[in-house]
């Protein structure tokens, strides 16, 4: 890609400025005093936020949007050629880039921290931020996810540091080059780009290489296909450093004695040897407990004391979609959550049922995507075990990245087929063929005391929302 000098931008247009990538970066450019300007097919929490930052946003993607004076059009990979805007960009010879690219225009060459892995990204890349930051050292740091504490997903820092996750989708994270990267799974997803786990392994070693010799890969010691990218990376980079986190005791960072208590999760965390002590988080599950080791390895490896790191993780109180409870309805607790891929649903119905043990698991899940459904079927069939009903709505389609081979399978053959496998859950599990319907059935299953799990990356959200209007 030609070098883009930042410095000589003065209007920048965002093709899908509603995106949670693309609305970061539209941030970032605000703030560093670009004209700025995009649209959204509709209007959004996140729509509405840069509108206020004084950002001018079009709902309605169409050629008259696109001036003369715009210096650079920034958009999602999956923005087709034919649409509007885009055809415009390429007609009017204004240059363009994708949001990787962007990311990478701001990120590289500031001490970059990447967050990559099938799973956790928002979260690690959200108690990462939230550790250095409270460590002082006042770190950039970009989600795919709302935080909280930043009232959306960018934080500007004045520090020598840039956390950001870092997405495997479409190779998009091979347009950073960071100083460190935290690996903290590899499993088969993204199947209309990767048609195997090997393509897989492939690809988070092919990002590792981008480490400078004198980098470091911090890694997840459990997780075997992520522990063979780190052993091929350091058999081409011997002077790389490669620090290990997770359960074994041979790992450099590993944790012991999980528990639920009193709401919370503890365990305790051991440091080549030595004890770091205990340590507390607000939301559940082993997975976040390796989630927050790994922000505890960045912050240990950037001498981060023990207790500041504690405290940031204990103030940790989740992010938006990530097991968020959203309150109330009938007396049932909601909660929303991203889950996705097959073992990203399961471990949040278990880390659900851990959290909840008396309660009734409802899991309410609307597949993402006909070919991510029908290339990890059987894994899908494994995924709803915990739960005591389960409601499936129809599969979100993905316009763009659908094949019409893909569109055979549905919802409804996942009901029926985990109804087959599981005896248990045989008249517990149910099919809804749109979201009107996923309500109805909501409305006609809940009880008092239940903990509604609402999952899904669609626009199954609507629901989880629509309960408390």
Not at 241 to 260: H, S
Not at 338 to 364: G, M, N, Q, W
Not at 429 to 442: C, M, N, P, S, V
């Amino acid at each position: 890609m030609e070098e883009i000098d930042i410095e000589k931008l003065k209007k920048i247009y965002f093709i899908g400025i509603g995106g949670i990538g693309l609305s970061a970066i539209a941030r970032y450019m605000k703030a560093n005093g670009k004209e700025v300007e995009g649209s959204d097919m509709k209007s959004s929490r996140v729509t509405e936020s840069l509108e206020k930052l004084g950002i001018k946003v079009h709902y309605s993607q169409v050629a008259e949007n696109i001036t003369d004076d715009i210096d650079l059009a920034i958009h999602t990979a999956s923005i087709p050629k034919t649409n509007p805007e885009l055809s415009t960009v390429l007609e009017k010879n204004i240059r363009s880039i994708t949001y990787a690219e962007s990311l990478g225009l701001i990120f590289n060459g500031k001490g970059g921290i990447a967050i990559c892995g099938t799973h956790g990204k928002s979260t690690t890349s959200a108690m990462v931020g939230g550790v250095l930051e409270d460590g002082g050292i006042d770190p950039s740091v970009l989600v795919g996810s709302i935080v909280p504490r930043y009232d959306g997903n960018l934080r500007i820092g004045s520090g020598g540091h840039f956390v950001a996750e870092a997405c495997e989708y479409s190779h998009n994270f091979m347009s950073l080059y960071p100083q460190m990267i935290v690996l903290g799974n590899v499993e088969l997803d993204h199947t209309d780009c990767y048609k195997d786990i090997e393509e897989m392994k492939t690809a988070f070693l092919d990002f590792t290489r981008h480490l400078p010799e004198d980098g470091i890969l911090f890694c997840n010691g459990d997780d075997e296909n992520a522990r063979e990218v780190s052993v091929k990376i350091k058999s081409e980079k011997p002077e790389l450093d490669v620090i290990y986190f997770g359960k074994n005791e041979t790992d450099d960072f590993c944790f012991k004695d999980f528990k639920i208590a009193s709401g919370k999760t503890e365990f305790e965390v051991i440091y080549k040897d030595e004890t770091l002590g205990k340590f507390y988080l607000q939301v559940p599950g082993e997975f976040n407990a390796r989630n927050a080791l790994a922000a505890i390895a960045v912050g240990t490896y950037l001498e981060i004391p023990a207790d500041k790191i504690r405290t940031s993780l204990e103030s940790f109180s989740g992010i938006w979609r990530r097991f968020e409870i959203k309150g109330e309805y009938r007396g049932a607790l909601i909660i929303s959550d991203y889950a996705h891929h097959p073992t990203a649903v399961r471990l949040t119905i278990e880390a659900a049922k851990d959290f909840y043990p008396s309660r009734r698991i409802v899991a309410i899940f609307q597949p993402h995507q006909h070919n991510r459904t029908r290339g990890l079927y059987q894994d899908f069939l494994q995924s709803f075990d915990a739960a005591d009903e389960v409601i499936l709505t129809e599969i979100y389609d993905v316009a763009g990245r659908e094949e019409e081979e893909d569109q055979a399978v549905s919802s409804l053959n996942l009901v029926d087929d985990i109804a087959k496998r599981n005896e248990k859950l045989s008249g517990h599990i149910f099919y809804a063929k749109d979201l009107k319907e996923t309500r109805g059935l909501i409305d006609e299953k809940v009880q008092t005391g239940d903990i509604l799990l609402v999952m899904g990356a669609g626009d199954i959200v609507e629901v989880a929302d629509g309960l408390f209007k």
